[in-house]
């Protein structure tokens, strides 16, 4: 069922307002419910997952070093809208089918409200997880500005929440970003990418089986999930309305497994200000973005002087990546921005020159090199299985580094797809990618390099929390660990390897 493209505006998510806000601390509440949403005009209101009744979620927009503290309560019902694979773990009959556990991606924050995967909570927190702690998160926010998102964490159905709807931005602002003059207000639009699949009665499609289904159950976790329509902000091939002016987008890959890159048909420049964790050093001017799952781009669209014209948001990424299926006609568009707007005022915002400096963590006061690898094994029923360090999610903690400690992580990635690796509490640097030969690592567990090493790209350079991790390479990361001590989890972000045990527990140590 291919649904007509540009029929319908974007929506952009309300600012949640808090219950209580004084000098100390800001205080809110936020519910997880069931409710219908029109995803399209042509097809009839679909069942989503969503806090306080809307898909996306509400955006958060707090200010650098706010505490705020957010109670997350499950108000959803029994049932999942979507099939659960039983045999995955943490996802086994002793447990119920519908719980929720929320993760700020990105953020800063002790480890009893980062939304550890064992820490769910069903309706009513009647049963919580082993790891469950408290009912209200504390978030101190001691971040500088960036664009973060909240979704759901819970071991074994990440995928089925997270597509089903439980997905909001997360913003936190400071003064030394006013003070640039960047696009605002009504001019600085959030923007979740994601793709789904629909039944023809409007609800959301998710298949109960792989290709090469698994008789013996009676679903089956997938490899990947790829839908074959594209969403942004909760509406299938949106259009926007703009003036012939500038405008900042937060871009935000939302999706399960769907990698996208980014461009225009107007084949104009897309100015890069932002990463995963904050403004870069100076803007970039870049003909496409590429954005694994859970990675984000801030850009600044220039619609000046296009009056008049229609400008396309287009996707050439193949799945999985880099060398899988191509995208079609409905999966290469995005969206639409129709620049038929007046001008409501002098366009007075700017790009800067420079935007905040970024000091560059020296390789030489690194104390510990961890190797960690992954590469495809294979389960009891010959599905694919993607183990990091060959371990699985219950095996014991192997990362443990010391707090303020600075490390370096080798990510080294034996498979044929690139895989979105995400590492909770710090943000880090990419040092660099290069080849190596799979075969001898394979058979030795040696590492011998093949080609010469390649910095990161020049959108990647700026603070990151999600990092591609590309077939046959090894990518170098570079972080300190701070500044809370405790349990954290990294895993891949394609959200069906992490709920079949692509995700490790580490501990930071004092």
Known sequence: MILPKFKDEIPIPPVIKPRRKNHLSTYYKVKMTQFKQSLHSE????????????????????????????????????THLLPIDH???????????????????????????DGYPEAWFTNGFEQVGPYFRKKVYQFDNNMRACTLWYHDHTLGITR???????????????????????????????????????????????????????????????????????????????????????????????SNSRFYNIKLDSSQLIYQIGTDGGLMEYPIGVQEIMLSPAERADVIIDFTNLEGKNVIMINDAPTPFPSGIAVDENTGTVMQFRVTLPLSCIDTSVIPANLVPLLKINEQIASKKRYLYFKENTDKFGRPLMLLNNQHWDDPITENPKLGATEIWYIINASPDSHPIHIHLINFQIIDRRDFDVEK???????????????????????????????????????????????????????????YEMMRPYIVIK
């Open 87 to 113: 045999t995955v773990h943490g996802a086994h009959k002793d447990v119920p089918d519908v719980r929720t556990v929320v993760h700020v991606h990105g953020a800063s924050v002790e480890p009893d409200s």
């Open 160 to 254: 089925l929440n997270v597509y089903a709807g439980l997905a909001g931005f997360y913003l936190i602002r400071d003064q030394r970003e006013r003070l640039l003059n960047l696009p605002n207000g009504k001019f600085e639009i959030p923007l979740i990418i994601q793709d789904k699949t629909f039944n023809k009665d409007g609800s959301l499609y998710y298949p109960t089986q792989p290709r090469k289904p698994v008789p013996e159950l009676e679903t089956s976790i997938v490899p990947e999930f790829i839908g074959d329509t594209i969403l942004v902000n909760g509406k299938v091939w949106p259009y926007l309305n703009v003036e012939p002016r500038k405008y900042r987008f937060r871009l935000l890959n939302g």
């Open 43 to 78: 097809l009839p209101e679909t069942t989503v997952w969503g806090y306080e009744g809307s898909y996306p979620g509400p955006t958060f927009e707090v200010e650098s070093g706010e505490r705020v503290y957010i109670k997350w309560s499950n108000n959803l019902p029994p």
């Open 441 to 499: 690592f394979n058979k030795e567990g040696i590492i011998q390099y093949t080609g010469p090493s390649t910095p990161p790209e020049l959108q990647e350079r700026g603070w990151k929390d999600t990092v591609r991790a590309n077939p046959y390479q090894v990518t170098r990361i570079i972080m300190k660990f701070g500044p809370y001590t405790g349990l954290y989890v990294w895993h891949c972000h394609v959200l069906e390897h992490e709920d």
